[in-house]
């Protein structure tokens, strides 16, 4: 004997209470309440299908789809019932089976009969959603989980949400607002996934403070989702609330919600621009030690460009040193060298500048007047007057190397330096 699934026995335990149709258990109502799952009566099939939906039922306990499949497709029903009776068994088979398209076909002759009993009808029905929804065949399921909630005089979340998801999939971003509130209205607890797709349709309208207030509500409904915090703090920067914004990624971080490059970027720099430039370096340059940033030209010169803006200026010279190097570029050369030159490190500033000069993809006469400046910090006056000649020679710096010449000249006559 085959072994019987979990899945195969929960099929099995459903269809055993509509074996012979008189082992149906409805439960009594009052007419008043007027529930058409109430008021079906269950029927048995008759007496000559019985046995053979007995022997399928039995083979199907046993494991032996196939051949349960087989002995129902010999019944030859008599009447109307008969036939949805089969047809609802089939289709179950047929799904367990994973021939989704098959099974949908046999439901949907039983649902459209509409005659099985109370109990039988309603999982029927849902069954055939469920199945229509799996198959991407969303349109047609909505009215599927609608008469299903009709039949039964149900609502549940569960319902809502899958009617959600297939207006989700036809991009009724309206829809899906209505059934997501309607799911939420009749939840016991939080329902994230219908919050999630409020939040959803809200961001596919372009509806940002809508979906800003739907994340207000669910953090902290629920605090340990990491991705929800991002998702607020994303949202604010949407909205332009850049102070929300940077609360919520900090808040975040200092949980160790931030697990990415991306994220932690983003988090420095809200920093930087809130007026805390140091913070975001320390962070910044905690996590590219670690590895989690990757070092390279662009995350070294955001570093370096941190420490700048924080004035701390070793610092900033030493990340666009490292930057510079990476690939020879001659703008973080150029900025390494002036923070050195604000450093009073002019003769550290020289060899940099020159390297500046070399690598190209830098104004030469900006260059050449950060050298003069360089020479006249070391007091190199003659070296100082030539490459200030040379900055007077571009447009760019002419004016202001003019200035200095003769400041230049003033000095090198004061220490007796022939130019």
């Given amino acids: 004997m085959a072994k019987v699934s979990l899945k195969t026995t929960s099929i099995a335990a459903a269809l ?20 058409p799952i109430d008021l079906r009566k269950s029927k048995a099939v008759g007496q000559s299908a019985a046995k053979k939906v007995g022997k399928s039922f039995a083979a199907y306990q046993e494991g032996n789809v196939d051949e349960a499949i087989a002995i129902l497709l010999e019944v030859n029903a008599k009447n109307d019932f008969d036939k949805a009776y089969i047809d609802r068994m089939l289709g179950n088979f047929y799904a367990e089976k994973s021939q989704m398209g098959t099974a949908i076909k046999y439901l949907k002759k039983a649902v459209e009969a509409d005659i099985l009993g109370g109990v039988d009808h309603a999982a029927t029905l849902r069954l055939y959603a469920d199945l229509l929804i799996q198959e991407k065949k969303f349109k047609e399921s909505i009215p599927q989980y609608y008469k299903w909630m009709e039949f039964t005089c149900k609502q549940e979340a569960q319902v809502y949400r899958r009617i959600g998801i297939a207006y989700s999939e036809q991009k009724n971003w309206k829809k899906v607002l209505e059934v997501a509130e309607k799911g939420l209205a009749i939840s016991d607890k939080p329902d994230k996934g219908l919050y999630q797709m409020k939040l959803t349709a809200y961001f596919n309208q372009k509806n940002y403070p809508a979906a800003v207030k739907v994340l207000e509500t669910m953090v902290p409904l629920f605090q340990d989702d990491k991705r929800l915090w991002v998702q607020l703090a994303q949202f604010y920067l949407m909205t332009e609330d850049y102070t929300k914004s940077l609360a919520t990624y900090d808040l975040a971080y200092m949980n160790g919600f931030l697990e990415t490059a991306g994220n932690i970027t983003r988090l420095t720099q809200l920093l930087a621009q809130k007026g805390s430039p140091h913070r975001a370096a320390k962070i910044y340059e905690k996590h590219l030690k670690s590895g989690l940033i990757k070092e390279d030209e662009k995350t070294l010169s955001i570093l370096a460009g941190f420490y700048h803006n924080a004035k701390e200026l070793k610092e900033g010279a030493y990340y666009y040193g490292k930057a510079a190097a990476v690939n020879n570029s001659g703008k973080f050369y150029l900025k390494q060298a002036r923070l050195l030159t ?11 500048l020159k390297k500046a000069l070399d690598a190209g993809g830098v104004n030469a006469g900006e260059v050449q007047f950060e050298l003069a400046l360089a020479y006249l910090g070391t007091k190199q006056y003659k070296a100082a007057y030539q490459r200030c000649k040379l900055a007077a020679k571009d447009k760019k710096t002419a004016r202001t190397a003019k200035s200095y010449l003769a400041y230049i000249e003033e000095k090198a ?6 130019l």
């Fill in 16 to 35: 055993l209470l509509s074996v012979g149709g008189s082992l149906s258990i409805v439960p009594s109502v009052s007419a008043a309440e007027k529930c």
């Fill in 342 to 352: 604000l450093e009073e490190k002019y003769k550290s500033a020289i060899p940099v």
């Fill in 413 to 418: 006559r004061i220490y007796k330096v022939q």
